[in-house]
């Protein structure tokens, strides 16, 4: 039977299998295996729809939270008795109560106390941790047996209170201090285009005929150019500092010179902006703070708060409407701002989702109100403010700047509601969900063109990580909640595939000398600890031939991680918390295969963390850039030091009395000493939760 519609348009009711509703293409709220199909329905039709499932899903709601009180017929009264449904690990707090063993508890990290306090959701990487039996007593036992963990923990944490970053405190910045931070046109000239073949056919957010004809009117006249141009250019070269391949590096405290310059550019591009006006804005100012946002990331400057500044950028293009067809705009707007509005809202929308992901949060709920088109596979030189049309899309198999963004608006939305169904803490999956899930992402994975042509293989390889990971995050969870050896070894086999495809991704990427997906992307972290997850909890006895295919795999997948965060130590001169997670997960799964060398292996790890800290405190820079150095220094001075470096100041004694007061304190920091033994990285205590009444279960079909 076919579905058939009935009632007014207002009232529209659909009848038949919902099954049949989704094989129609019709739109339903909360589906996550498919994006939204365009239809030539006309828009009333299309609301109508949207306003019957609104109001159906609610009741439903309504009705599910409500189960158990049936007999009540007072809404008002209904309201009161009814309480929020049970989230799986609150459930399992009840049933562990009554001596029964739980096969899981949600996975997420809430940690610090009073309002000194940070949470991670399922999706974040370091939720693993808590699921790989001792590692944690393997990190207490290091620190213990090797005092220069505490030593290194102490002295970086010094040398970020000695020391202040350059450009780090908010201050006024005019437009000619902001050119004046411009390094020399051979320096940019370099830095522009390591961006644009890094990055930019990634997040391409820029019309380049336009970019480069702004670049050639620069040079001659800096006085008179567009200071928003000038951001613009700074924030690219903000960018694209850390991936220089300048040695030594030298450092700065804990931070690279690069990085450094990075900070300066950032923190100067973010104070001016400040100062502007948001009433005449242009594409500049969308573009400015998608870039700003961007350099922040890849520079490693105050990464805990790119999923907040992530979400309040995309509600900043809402608010200017940029989720909204730009063909509904009644004002004349030319076929190159259209374009730039899709292209800004697409980086914008994945720039936000991946934040969410690492974050181990839900992303903002934008997709029931866009309906901006994706952005078009097109040629940047065949458009410009006289094109009265946008051309047509080129096959999907030639490469442009925009292909990246094209190619991941097909799966934005499988992507979004994983994401969403991974952190809802009161939703299960269940294995044919996973199953499922994995085959709709294997096929996005296969249906990648082969793209040839500068910035290809970045473009290509970062839509597949951006897969694959929520295939390892899906089978890591499935993994500890299924109910037989079928289920258990399908997920291992996904792991290990995912796992190791990720890794040679990245190497595959370094050897062609591109470092721009290593500094970008956490997942190297999330490879290595969920091989380690595996190979910790799989029974070899019991299970020898996936045993040995694990053996094979781990160690090498491991040690490239190490390898990939040892590099991207150097070049930040920090992330130290996260190569020491690897190399204890490493030094634990060596361990665990061979106890009689646990010791050597413990040191070999406790090597591995020390030595970038020594090379780091050998390197420093000469002339610290916050002991007194001018922005324009620290932006064009050369890369010369002497080798020995040079003894820090003491501290003042009213720095030192704050200072000891701030140890003293249970601050929560990713450097704190339970960040490095990974202690009370366990779960959500779920006996710390309220008792509920009733379970409350979502299938995600």
């Known amino acids: ?45 299309t609301l109508s729809r949207l306003e019957y499932q609104d109001r159906r899903i609610k009741q439903l709601e309504a009705a599910l939270a409500n189960t158990g009180h049936t007999q009540i017929t007072d809404a008002v009264q209904r309201m009161k008795v009814s309480k929020l449904p049970l989230t799986p690990e609150s459930g399992m707090a009840a049933t562990e109560q009554t001596g ?68 780090s405190k908010s201050q006024p910045i005019t437009e000619a201090a902001l050119k004046a931070l411009l390094p020399q046109k051979a320096e940019v000239d370099e830095l522009v285009q390591l ?50 391949s300048t040695q030594p590096w030298l450092y700065t405290a804990n931070s690279s010179l690069p990085r450094e310059k990075a900070i300066t550019y950032i923190q100067a591009c973010d104070d001016w902006l400040q100062t502007q006006s948001q009433k005449h804005v242009t594409s500049a100012d969308f573009q400015i703070r998608f870039l700003l946002v961007f350099a922040r990331q890849v520079s490693a400057r105050k990464v805990k708060r790119t999923w907040t500044e992530a979400g309040t950028l995309l509600r900043f293009c809402m608010a200017a409407g940029l989720h909204r067809n730009p063909d509904l705009l009644r004002k004349k707007t030319s076929a190159l701002d259209k374009n730039l509005r899709r292209r800004i809202w697409a980086a914008v929308v994945e720039l936000e989702l991946q934040a969410s992901f690492d974050r181990g949060m839900m992303a903002a709920p934008w997709p029931m109100q866009a309906d901006t088109p994706p952005a078009s596979n097109i040629h940047d030189e065949d458009l410009d403010q006289n ?60 249906a990648i063109p082969k793209w040839t042509g500068t910035g290809a293989d970045v473009a290509a390889a970062f839509l597949s990580l951006n897969l694959r990971q929520y295939v390892m995050v899906l089978h890591d969870r499935q993994l500890r909640q299924s109910e037989t050896a079928a289920e258990r070894s399908f997920s291992r086999v996904m792991i290990i595939d995912s796992a190791t495809r990720t890794i040679d991704t990245h190497r595959a990427l370094i050897e062609k000398g591109s470092y721009a997906l290593e500094l970008l992307c956490q997942d190297q972290l999330r490879a290595a600890l969920s091989i380690c997850h595996l190979s910790a909890t799989v029974d070899i006895r019991a299970d020898s031939a996936i045993g040995q295919i694990i053996e094979h795999h781990a160690g090498r997948i491991m040690d490239e991680a190490v390898q990939m965060l040892t590099d991207k130590v150097g070049r930040f001169g920090r992330e130290q918390r996260q190569l020491w997670i690897v190399v204890a997960a490493y030094g634990f799964w060596k361990a665990k295969n061979d106890p009689s ?67 003293d304190m249970p601050i929560l920091d990713l450097d704190e000493i339970e960040a490095w033994t990974l202690e009370n990285w366990n ?19």
């Open 1 to 45: 039977m076919l579905p058939s519609k009935r009632g007014s348009r207002q009232q529209c009711a659909l009848r038949g299998p919902p099954q049949q509703w989704h094989d129609k293409g019709l739109l339903l709220i909360g589906h996550i295996s498919r994006p939204i199909q365009q239809t030539a329905a006309p828009v009333g039709d």
């Open 100 to 167: 029964a063993t739980a096969t899981d508890r949600e996975t997420m990290l809430l940690r610090g106390k009073s309002f000194k306090t940070q949470f991670h959701g399922s999706t974040h990487p370091g939720s693993l941790i808590a699921h790989i039996p001792d590692l944690n007593t393997f990190t207490k036992e290091a620190f213990e047996r090797f005092p220069a963990l505490a030593r290194i923990r102490h002295d970086m944490r010094t040398l970020e209170e000695r020391t202040e970053y350059a450009g």
């Open 195 to 244: 961006y644009l073949d890094s990055y930019g056919s990634i997040y391409h957010v820029l019309h380049l005929p336009t970019f480069w004809q702004q670049y050639r009117e620069l040079w001659p006249d800096i006085a008179n150019a567009s200071g928003h141009f000038v951001a613009t250019l700074l924030l690219m070269i903000a960018s694209a500092q850390c991936l220089v």
């Open 387 to 446: 094109t009265e049309q946008v051309p047509s899309p080129v096959r999907a198999d030639e490469f442009t700047r925009s292909s990246y963004l094209w190619a991941a608006s097909e799966s934005t939305m499988l992507r979004h509601g994983l994401n969403t169904t991974l952190n809802n803490i009161r939703q299960t999956l269940g294995f044919d969900d996973v199953k499922r899930f994995t085959e709709e992402v294997d096929a996005q994975i296969q």
């Open 597 to 663: 060398k646990r010791a050597v292996y413990m040191q070999e790890a406790v090597e591995k963390v020390t030595r970038p800290y020594y090379k780091i405190m050998a390197c420093q820079d000469e002339v610290p850039a916050s002991m007194g150095a001018p922005l324009e220094k620290v932006a064009s001075r050369g890369e010369s030091s002497k080798d020995v470096p040079e003894p820090m100041p003491p501290l003042p004694q009213s720095k030192a009395q704050e200072m000891t007061a701030f140890e």
């Open 683 to 701: 779960q959500f205590n779920a006996s710390d939760l309220p008792s509920f009444s009733e379970p409350y279960q979502l299938n995600p079909t």
